[in-house]
């Protein structure tokens, strides 16, 4: 092993072991591994900055702009809630993810899958008190998984056909047919996707975020829901319209022609024009606000029909003009657009109606606000803002024809070769920002640094690999050291190389080392090459067990606080059953030797 192998080994070690065990963040981690390689003249400048103009990585924070364009909308959310409409449960909701992902999947790119389905999936774990962190790593792998189905599916079958068409090792072998990929792929999604459903849960990671926590515990609300004559609630027991399980929400007591039924019993009737008191957090109320539910808050009036509108918090100070009178006579519509929908008062139990809350010094309110509150509340010593918990903006029909036509047509013309992607998803950022859809000021928001660090210098790292030939030699060696155990062993150890390799340095990369050792194995042996084309096409996509390994697991890395430990955790049991269904179906379909 020469000296620049030795010190390209030290810091694939380093990486792996501290990012397993997260001595340093993962950030910070690649920037001295790849710095180790600057200053020892293994990598230049150029080549470790040669990630951050890289085409893929700038389609991947393309999709991350585009996608939190998407998410602030609530277009998708209303899109996808009549699909997964009383869906509520983490088994269920993952069914009727997974599956429905994977299809499409094997038609369409899954990288702007992905980032379509993303914003939908962190929002409606956020409703039903399940963290995105036990949804995001099975949308990716669920993506990943369809991929590998046909030949379109996922660019690594297309680099893979390319090589095939290129070869001159065994001539006659020149292509790839589209459901070739089919057997295998099609039994992954059912395996693979029944493993995610029975045992994801249990595997993943809670990463509630702490403010949330917090929130829920320290800042519960008081809020009315008034029930209509025409309220699916109407004359129900509380019971019967379930009114005592809403996520988030707890029923304390009801008004009814000024009297109070407190404790609520299961069997009581809701009746008419009846004020229900629930306790809620931020989150949950302003859900309420934004969802389409039978449960809005009783003086949300006018503000619900506006088309902008910001869900805020804020602190009554102690020389506050509103103090000791009730939120009625305070006129806090009128003089600040802006409407109270729920107060919390330092944990005290509250009752009664909101409107009858006479309001003193540190009480917190919950506002629904109009386009006009800032510029009335300037100079107000009244109170200050504690938080903007949300911002709630519905969209005109014809930007949401724009929003969701125009990514499609920009997946469409990339698919069809018209267009490259990046160029398509350029252009239609542009057309966001001119139709005012996307505001420049709040277009970065959407981007993790984080991860686009971790993805540049990832490429860096693979390059070194290459260029010191350190992945070509381990590769040979591991292969020839198998390769009298038989052919069964020689696949399975052909996929663990190239899935390992995928793992550290991307699947193309994996591809173009493992691909040529492939191949002459099989002219060698006298077999049927197709086989084990296949397993590298196989095991490169099927990158599980790290982040960087797939780039719809580089999307969700961040927006679910993982770590690698949590990719390797879920993902090294699914890459087993991968591997064994892999080998086991292509030894029988092609009829090798099982010596």
Aim: hydrophobic share 50%; glycine share 8%; net charge positive.
């Amino acid at each position: 092993m020469t000296t620049d192998q030795f010190i390209v080994t030290g810091v694939i070690l380093f990486l792996l072991i501290s990012l397993y065990k997260r001595v340093f963040g993962p950030g910070f981690t690649f920037v001295i591994g790849i710095s180790v390689l600057g200053l020892t003249g293994i990598l230049t400048p150029s080549e470790i900055l040669k990630g951050f103009a890289n085409e893929q990585i700038a389609v991947i924070i393309l999709l991350l702009l585009i996608g939190e364009v998407i998410r602030k909308s609530a277009l998708i959310d209303s899109l996808f809630d009549r699909f997964f409409q009383k869906t509520h449960t983490y088994k269920g909701f993952m069914l009727k993810l997974i599956f429905p992902v994977a299809a499409l999947s094997s038609m369409i790119n899954n990288t702007p899958l992905v980032a379509i389905m993303m914003p939908y999936v962190h929002n409606w774990g956020r409703r039903n008190n399940i963290a995105s962190s036990k949804l995001l790593i099975p949308l990716s792998y669920a993506a990943i998984l369809g991929g590998t189905a046909t030949l379109i599916g996922t660019s690594t079958n297309l680099v893979v056909n390319g090589l095939v068409a290129e070869q001159t090792v065994i001539p006659g072998f020149h292509t790839l047919e589209i459901f070739d990929f089919a057997p295998v792929g099609l039994s992954m999604i059912v395996i693979g996707g029944l493993y995610l459903v029975l045992f994801g849960y249990k595997l993943l990671p809670d990463n509630s975020g702490l403010k949330e926590k917090l929130s829920e515990k320290t800042r519960e609300y008081i809020v009315e829901v008034r029930i209509s004559s025409n309220s699916e609630y109407h004359n129900k027991t509380v019971e019967n319209a379930k009114l005592r399980n809403l996520k988030g929400l707890f029923l304390v007591e009801i008004i009814r022609n000024g009297q109070t039924i407190s404790p609520v019993s299961p069997q009581t009737r809701v009746q008419e024009n009846d004020l229900l008191v629930f306790a809620g957090n931020t989150e949950t109320i302003a859900d309420m606000i934004e969802n389409n539910s039978n449960i809005k808050p009783a003086e949300l009036g006018t503000f619900g029909k506006r088309n902008k509108k910001e869900v805020v918090e804020v602190f009554v100070t102690p020389n506050s003009a509103l103090l000791s009178k009730t939120i009625k006579e305070s006129n806090f519509r009128g003089r600040y657009d802006a409407a109270i929908l729920a107060v919390h008062r330092n944990g005290e139990k509250m009752s009664g109606k909101i409107g009858d809350v006479t309001l003193i010094a540190g009480d917190l309110l919950l506002l629904v606000t109009g386009e006009d509150f800032t510029n009335r509340t300037t100079d107000s010593s009244d109170f200050f803002v504690v938080d903007k918990v949300r911002s709630i903006e519905k969209m005109p029909t014809y930007q949401s024809i724009i929003l969701i036509g125009g990514l499609i047509a920009a997946v469409v013309l990339s698919s069809l070769k018209i267009v490259p992607l990046f160029t398509s998803l350029m252009v239609f950022i542009i057309v966001l920002l001119l139709t005012k859809i996307a505001r420049p000021k709040e277009l970065h928001q959407g981007l993790n640094f984080n991860l686009i660090f971790i993805i540049a210098l990832s490429l860096a790292l693979g390059m070194a690999m290459m260029k010191t030939n350190i992945a070509f030699a381990l590769s040979h060696s591991f292969l020839e050291f198998i390769r009298p155990f038989g052919v069964v062993t020689l696949l399975l150890g052909i996929f663990v190389l190239t899935n390992l390799l995928a793992s550290v340095i991307t699947n193309i990369g994996a591809v173009a080392i493992v691909f040529p050792i492939s191949l002459s194995l099989a002219e060698q042996l006298g077999a049927n090459p197709k086989p084990f084309v296949l397993l590298v096409a196989y095991a490169a996509a099927a990158s599980f067990i790290t982040p960087i390994g797939y780039q719809t697991n580089l999307m969700v890395y961040g927006p679910g606080g993982y770590t690698f430990r949590d990719f390797m955790k879920i993902g090294l049991p699914l890459t087993i059953l991968f591997m064994i269904t892999t080998v086991l179906l292509l030894t029988l379909q092609y009829d090798l030797h099982l010596n």
